[in-house]
């Protein structure tokens, strides 16, 4: 069975956005070994593009040149707070140096 991962930003995080409107993204990860390296590459790679597609249609206004980075790094945060428990133990797993 496939998992999705519904990332639903919060009402101030789309406001320093720009846009007052709910959104949200869904990423598949059930596929996916996150305590691997190449599972958690995979998993960052879903993510970036779900959060340039979430902040590309994102108004922001002219003068927050930053928006939209803001908008990306909430996305990347959102999605990792919003795995089970045990996926984001997985995930920093793959993450730990290896030592040799």
Known sequence: MTRTLACVLAACTLAAAGTASAQTARIAYGDLDLATTA?????DARVEAAARSFCRNAQRPSSR????????????EEALSRLPEHAQVRYAVSRLPVVA
């Open 65 to 76: 040149i930053s928006g939209r980075s803001d908008c990306e790094r909430a996305v990347r």
């Open 39 to 43: 599972g958690a590459r995979a998993f």
